[in-house]
Structures are given as structure tokens and as C-alpha cells.
């Protein structure tokens, strides 16, 4: 895999119109092993990669384009360039609502997508409709064979020519699993058919599945063919249930219920959260999309690739239709059970789901009545895992790798409290449009939100931003805007130097409280007692009127200092000169302004936590302080090096560990 930067709008136009597949390139770089997850329960990129093939990552510092050479004009690239051409047609052509739908339906990409939309389909499990599989399949098989039978070729040719063009559609839609399984299914039935042979539905997605892993095992844990397996079988093992009912409604409630069913450990278990509303919704979203909007792409694009004139009013009507649909998908998405996070389930949670869901299946095909009691045993089980954490006796403190930024994450035993100090966030500077990413990187959307649906959190009881610093509280909106939050608690001695920021706006209208904290406030939560150590008054430096915490949990004293630099821990000092800690969490990402030696010599801590981005431009943690950290036989956690550190206990005694080995 290679990465490089582009520089200029100029290199980006011109290597937008000269690039393609097939290329090949002289460049200098230097290759770098791909970056694991960092953080708990995380996407893990570099294994990601591993399972494709990939074990090293080429980043290039230049690439010689006027070197390039041709790599050949095989069948394979020229279908893949198509691809690729027919993708920018419709960017080009269609209305920007829905040419992300379009090409997604089309070509299988859903990167053009916009992020709100597919983030809603997402969260209310609609999100298949937008990937190519059977439903497209047979669609486009269907029609192909029965206008060939209208126009008088005969059955045994038009299965011949499905059979050509079904690796053909399969690499111009990108052959991801669902597309491979579906094509290879359907080239299976065809075959078999054009020589007058049959085959039971299960035996052809048990072949399909067994031939697939066969040349490309590591498909198994691919999230897709995972997903396209599972709901496809249970769509045929099932199918004498939904067909006992005669109104077309009920068999597709019935069905959407068991497709809803089969992926529901597989989203449990890669993405934490279920939608209760995807039953209903799926009852409405899969005829439109199969019947009118599926249909309606593919003769848009065809008729305006060959009258434009004609073409134009269909895409107009086309793109109506989508924004109708994610208008409709965007209010769903704001009721309340349209995404419920479970947290994700234990090994055994899994494997009791799986037998559920499979009694479930063969009692019901039998009776309904027979079946009742696997279905009071799913009920009980989302329940307990729903209701995980409020049975926990553990608690854990996190400091979550928000890269050059501060973040960390208190869980108290049996949900006694969920708080988050700090939510990081990244300083932005002003870039030419053409710069702007298609996704942007948020520390909320990205890393945040994901751990605390993963760890089964429902709400945040108190989210603590210390001081008004966008690494500390840059991704507050984003996070109180998609995340139950019930008290937002700030540091200074008003409001007033908050008032202008985004968050508080969108906190005022999600009437979450807001409270101002100084020294000598205080909480006490699950057996455990916050108390506020600073600010003590109004400080022209922000980084000292950080709000600095100071706790005792599973055994251990925690100093949780913000950005605090030297001036602040001198104040600190005076005003409690018998302050001790076991942990400090050191203040300003471990810059030279911060753990003077005097400050360590008479807190004592046993371990410091620096939480710091790699390769950061600002040179954190600075040498000196490592060194009087060291020099003091002070464990030493940093999260440029270590990720995400987690200190997990029990009532008076815990552990830490490290996310990256």
C-alpha cells in the first residue's frame, strides 16, 4: 500500500485526470509497518491490512509521474478504469443529494456518501440497502434474461450470456464479500440450470461459502461477508415461517424481523449497538429501494449516458426521491430507540445468542408456540447484556489516546458513575477548499463515542472540561450532540469565558445542566470522593485555571492536573503542602512548564500518565520532565507509545495495562 500527500490544487487536478489503475510509478519513501488500534475495542487498522495481504505500508516523500508506465491493458484493468469513469460520471452529473446513493447502488462505493446520511443508516441497521447483494443480483439477472427472452434469444444463450456478465458486474461494483457471495450464488443456480441440473438453497450458500474461504480464508473475518452469510442463510432456512403467513405485509415483517435477528450478535459484537425501529423500517426502506430506487438509478444513468436531454429530468426526480428518503432517515434517527448500545457481549454472551437464535429458527419453522420460550431467552439475554456494567464490581480509569490531546474516561463500579475529563480535539487551521477532506477526522465521532458504546455506556453522568483549550475540549459538541450527557461541569468562575463556544449552544438546547466548579467543591459518587483542588481564582493563564481533580480509587490516590504548568503546581503546593498521590496525571502533555522537581519530590507518585501524540510537532513530553520523572523511580505511561492506558480494579486493588504491546 502507498500513501503520499498531495501539495497543490494544481498536482491534485492534474493527477486526478492522469492517474489510473494499471500505473506504475517510480517513487521514493520509506516503508513503515501499518498502526495498530490504540485504543480499547477499537478498528484495528494494521490487522486489517495483515488479513488482506498487506504488511507494510509505502509512505512516499515524491513520485516521479512523468516515469510512469502503462502496466498493461488486461480485461481486468480496463473493466476496473471503467469503473472508476462511471463513478466520476455520476459525480459529475448527478445532484451531489444523491450521486453518494447512486454510485453506491451502482458501483458499490459508499465513500461519496454523505457522512450524515450514511451515519443514520447506519445507526437505524438500513445501511445494507446501500451495499450491493442478492436483492441487486437478482434484480439486474431478472431483467437481463427477460428482456433477452423478449427479443428472442433463447434460454440457454441468456443464461450463457449471465454467466459472462456476472464477473464482469462483479468487479464493477467493487467485489466486496456480499457482491462475490451473491455473483458466485447466482452463477451457480445459472449453471446448474443451463445444464438442466438442481440444487437446494442451502447447498448453493454452502458451497458459495466453502469455495470463498477456500481461496481467500481471511474473507472470514470480514465484517460484509460475515453479515452477507448470516442473513442470507437465514433468509433460506427460514423461509417456511414467513411463507405461512398469507398477507405480503406480515411475511415481510416476518422476514425483516429474521434478517434483523441474524445480524444482530455480528453488530453486537463489531459495531456495540442495535436499532429497534431497523424492523419497521426495513418493512418500508427495502421495497423502495428494491422496487423503485434501485431500478430508477440504473435506467437514469443509462438513458442520460445515451439522450442527456431525456436524462436530466429523471435524475431531478431521482434525487427528490433520496432526499424524501434521508429527510425521513435523518428524523428517525432522533427517536429514541432508533440506537441502543449494548456494549460489547463476553465470549459466552456470544455463544448463548447464537444457540438462541438457532432454536429460535428451527422451533419456529415447527410452531410459534414451540418457540416462545428461545425468544424469552433473547429478551433475557439483551437485558443482562444492556445491563452489564450496572452488574460490574469493577471499576476502571482510562486515558483514552485522543493523540495531542487530553481525555479521560472514570467508570465506577456497578454504574455508579460515568464520567469523561476532557474530550480532546484538534487545533484547526484555515485550508483552500480544495484540501478539505472528503471524511474529517473527529476525536468524538472517532474514537470517543465508539469506547463508550463498547463498553456499554449509556450516559455520560458527568462530562468535566477543564479549561477552554481545543485539545481539551474540542470535540465537546460533537459529543453532546451525539451522546446522552446530564451535566457538563467547567472550569473558571463563570460561564462567561465559555459562552461563545459551539458546545454551549448545542447544550442549551439539549437542556443539559452546566455547572461551574473552583477549589474546595466536591462530589462523592459510588463510595468515592471528587474534590476540586483548582482553580483558585480567575488566572490570566488558561492552562492554570485548569480544573485539577484529586480522588481515591480501586486503592490508589489520583492527582489529575489539566494543563497545569509550574506556576499552578506552586500554588498547588502552598495551598496544600501535605498533598500526596500515588498516580499523577502530568499536566500539559509533559511540557517543559509542567512536574517541577519540587512538585514531584513532595507529591511522591508511583506512576505518571502523559497523554501525548505521536510524533507531535510541539517535541511532549520534553526530556527534562521524563527525566525528573525517572530520576524520582516513577513508572512511566505515555500513550504516544503505550495507547490507551486502563487501570482496571477491584474495591482496593488494581492493574494497568497498556493497549499497544
Excluded at 519513501?29 to 498502526?35: A, D, H, S, W, Y
Excluded at 480496463?78 to 452529473?93: D, M, Q, T, V, W
Excluded at 481515591?552 to 500554588?571: A, H, K
Amino acid at each position: 500500500m502507498l500513501r503520499y500527500k498531495i501539495t497543490t490544487e494544481l498536482e491534485q487536478e492534474k493527477l486526478s485526470q492522469f492517474l489510473r489503475i494499471g500505473l506504475s510509478c517510480p517513487a521514493e519513501g520509506t516503508l513503515q509497518i501499518p498502526e495498530k488500534n490504540r485504543n480499547e475495542n477499537s478498528f484495528d487498522y494494521q490487522r486489517y491490512l495483515f488479513r488482506q495481504g498487506t504488511h507494510w505500508v509505502f509512505k512516499a516523500d515524491s513520485i516521479s509521474f512523468q516515469e510512469c508506465k502503462e502496466g498493461g491493458n488486461s480485461i481486468l484493468l480496463s473493466i476496473r478504469n471503467l469503473r472508476l469513469k462511471g463513478i466520476a460520471y455520476i459525480r459529475e452529473h448527478f445532484p451531489e443529494e444523491s450521486s453518494g446513493f447512486v454510485t453506491a447502488l451502482i458501483f458499490g462505493d459508499q465513500r461519496y456518501i454523505d457522512e450524515g446520511d450514511l451515519t443514520n443508516y447506519q445507526r437505524l441497521g438500513l445501511v445494507h440497502l446501500l451495499a450491493i447483494s442478492g436483492l441487486h443480483v437478482s434484480f439486474l439477472t431478472g431483467v437481463l434474461f427477460y428482456i433477452g427472452i423478449r427479443v428472442g434469444i433463447t434460454r440457454e444463450r441468456m443464461m450463457m450470456a449471465i454467466l459472462l456478465f456476472l464477473p464482469v458486474y462483479m468487479l464493477l461494483s467493487g467485489a466486496s464479500p456480499s457482491v462475490v457471495r451473491s455473483c458466485s450464488m447466482a452463477m451457480l443456480f445459472f449453471l446448474l440450470l443451463l445444464f438442466k441440473k438442481r440444487i437446494s438453497a442451502g447447498a448453493a450458500i454452502g458451497s458459495t461459502y466453502l469455495a470463498l474461504l477456500f481461496f481467500r480464508p481471511n474473507m472470514l473475518y470480514d465484517i460484509g461477508f460475515q453479515l452477507s452469510f448470516a442473513v442470507t442463510f437465514s433468509i433460506i432456512m427460514s423461509s417456511s415461517i414467513f411463507l405461512q403467513y398469507p398477507k405480503k405485509s406480515m411475511q415481510l415483517f416476518i422476514l425483516s424481523s429474521i434478517c434483523q435477528l441474524a445480524a444482530l450478535p455480528i453488530l453486537l459484537f463489531h459495531f456495540f449497538e442495535v436499532s429497534l425501529l431497523g424492523v419497521f423500517l426495513n418493512v418500508l426502506y427495502v421495497p423502495l429501494y428494491s422496487i423503485i430506487l434501485l431500478p430508477f438509478s440504473l435506467i437514469s444513468l443509462l438513458i442520460h449516458l445515451l439522450l442527456p436531454s431525456f436524462g436530466q429530468p429523471l435524475i431531478s426526480l431521482l434525487n427528490f426521491t433520496f432526499v424524501l428518503c434521508n429527510k425521513a432517515a435523518d428524523a428517525a434517527s432522533e427517536l429514541p430507540l432508533a440506537s441502543i448500545p449494548f456494549g460489547k457481549p463476553p465470549f459466552l454472551m456470544m455463544l448463548l445468542l447464537v444457540i438462541s437464535l438457532i432454536g429460535l429458527c428451527l422451533t419456529w419453522e415447527v410452531s410459534f408456540e414451540k418457540s416462545k420460550i428461545w425468544c424469552g431467552m433473547i429478551i433475557v439475554l439483551l437485558l443482562l447484556q444492556y445491563n452489564l456494567q450496572r452488574f460490574s464490581p469493577f471499576g476502571e480509569v482510562q486515558i483514552i489516546d485522543v493523540g495531542q490531546g487530553d481525555s479521560i474516561l472514570i467508570i465506577l463500579p456497578f454504574n455508579r458513575g460515568n464520567y469523561l475529563i476532557d474530550t480532546g480535539g484538534h487545533i484547526t487551521f484555515p485550508i483552500d477548499t480544495w484540501a478539505i477532506k472528503r471524511k474529517k477526522f473527529n476525536t468524538a465521532d472517532d474514537i470517543i463515542i465508539p469506547l463508550l458504546k463498547s463498553k456499554g455506556i449509556h450516559q455520560l453522568d458527568k462530562l468535566i472540561l477543564t479549561h477552554p483549550d481545543a485539545d481539551h475540549m474540542g470535540s465537546a459538541k460533537e459529543l453532546i450532540d451525539n451522546f446522552k450527557v446530564a451535566e457538563i461541569i467547567i472550569g473558571g468562575w463563570s460561564e462567561e469565558q465559555y459562552r461563545d463556544m459551539d458546545f454551549v449552544t448545542v447544550a442549551r438546547e439539549k437542556k443539559v445542566k452546566m455547572t461551574v466548579l473552583k477549589r474546595g467543591d466536591q462530589w462523592v459518587a459510588g463510595g468515592a470522593r471528587f474534590a476540586v483542588l483548582s482553580p483558585f481564582e480567575q488566572e490570566e493563564n488558561k492552562n492554570d485555571s485548569s480544573i485539577v481533580l484529586f480522588t481515591e480509587l480501586g486503592g490508589v490516590s489520583w492527582l489529575l492536573t489539566g494543563d497545569m504548568g509550574e506556576e499552578g503546581e506552586r500554588e498547588l503546593l502552598r495551598t496544600f503542602p501535605q498533598l500526596q498521590a500515588d498516580i499523577l496525571k502530568v499536566g500539559h502533555h509533559g511540557s517543559k512548564t509542567s512536574s517541577s522537581a519540587p512538585f514531584l519530590e513532595q507529591l511522591q507518585p508511583k506512576a505518571a500518565l502523559i497523554s501525548v501524540g505521536k510524533d507531535n510537532r510541539y517535541g511532549h513530553p520534553h526530556g527534562d520532565v521524563i527525566g525528573n520523572l525517572e530520576g524520582n523511580s516513577i513508572k512511566v505511561f505515555r500513550t504516544d507509545e503505550d495507547g490507551s492506558i486502563i487501570y482496571k480494579y477491584y474495591k482496593s486493588s488494581g492493574t494497568f495495562r497498556k493497549t499497544l504491546p
